[in-house]
């Protein structure tokens, strides 16, 4: 097990969990701005894991990855497998405007060109880049997570919101497992951190809402949304994701909104400093399943049983 630099601390608590040792590697920078990699461990004819989610600096991250992914191929090793907890170019998935990139396809064949033989990540931005990639790849959900921190809530008046139709499958899969009804907001994005949401489709009146978004960055839906909520009759707030970045202004935007109780997410990316309300859930004993299971040959789907539907068993055919 080897980790890059962008998220260290998740790579030792997932090690801890499987009861090994984390490898050491060494990253320079040279003068010329060129990254060079050395894995400081043998890596013959062994299962190498590397730990990096791609997180600002995003670029640094995903060549320093690409770098140890081929540091361990050169050293012969069996098979690399790559654990990106949160993979950033998924946002980049269609072609949406004319003469477009789309970076999640571009990434995802980098990474294969690398050496990499296999992916472990959470909660895709979309769910049509699991396609993108030429290796197999387990996609875990933080679902389960993140609902055992509100089952230990009064959710008698709670109901779960979506902030657009896109999450809203994933909201209802959420709201199951809580037994809450659940709605969503129509929202346009007319740039990167700027969004409008005109209506909100649910009864959501004298309800607390409880928020599920895969990732937040600059908190703009999130505020726009509580705005439509508050409108529609929405007492307060607690707002649940993936991948809590918080760039730019989000941790002031979310820390002083007076309607949002909590903020809650999980460890898949570093946790902002100053922020000691955040409740953060640890998603390391998962990835290490996840991985002790791949690694003995054995199924990862079932890790979700009865929490995501997409990753049941199929069902037996009644006979006619």
């Known amino acids: 097990m080897f980790s890059g630099s962008a998220h260290r601390k998740l790579a030792e608590e997932i090690c801890s969990n499987l009861g090994v040792a984390l490898s050491p590697s060494v990253t320079t920078r040279f003068s010329n701005d060129c990254l060079q ?124 919101v979506s902030p657009d139709f896109g999450n809203a499958k994933t909201a209802s899969q959420f709201a199951r497992l809580l037994g809450l009804p659940v709605a969503a907001g129509s929202k346009q994005r007319k740039a990167d951190d700027k969004v409008v949401i005109d209506t909100i489709v649910g009864d959501v009146e004298g309800k607390r809402a409880i928020i599920l978004d895969d990732e937040i960055a600059t908190g703009g839906s999130i505020v726009e949304l509580m705005d439509k909520l508050e409108e529609c009759g929405v007492t307060e707030a607690s707002v649940a994701c993936t991948h809590g970045l918080f760039v730019g202004k989000a941790v002031e935007r979310l820390r002083s909104h007076p309607a949002i109780t909590e903020v809650v997410t999980t460890d898949t990316v570093p946790p902002p400093e100053g922020w000691p309300e955040l409740t953060v859930r640890s998603v390391a004993p998962l990835f290490a399943e996840a991985i002790a299971r791949i690694h003995a040959g054995e199924s990862v789907s079932s890790l979700f049983d009865g929490v995501d539907p997409a990753h049941a068993p199929p069902q037996p055919k009644l006979p006619l």
């Not at 970076?103 to 895709?124: E, H, I």
Request: proline share 5%; hydrophobic share 45%.
């Open 37 to 160: 990699v050395q894995l400081l461990d043998n890596c013959r004819q062994k299962d190498v894991y590397i730990v990096q989610p791609l997180v600002p600096p995003t670029q640094d991250h995903l060549m320093e990855l690409l770098l140890m992914v081929d540091a361990a191929r050169g050293a012969s090793a069996a098979s690399v497998t790559v654990v990106v907890p949160h993979y950033a170019y998924a946002r980049s998935d269609k072609k949406d405007a004319s003469r477009i990139s789309i970076g999640g396809k571009l990434v995802a064949d980098l990474m294969a060109t690398a050496g990499v033989r296999r992916v472990v990540t959470m909660t895709l931005h979309a769910p049509q880049v699991h396609g993108f990639f030429a290796m197999p790849v387990d996609h875990l959900t933080a679902l389960g997570e993140l609902a055992e921190h509100y089952r230990a809530q009064d959710l008698s008046d709670a109901i779960v």
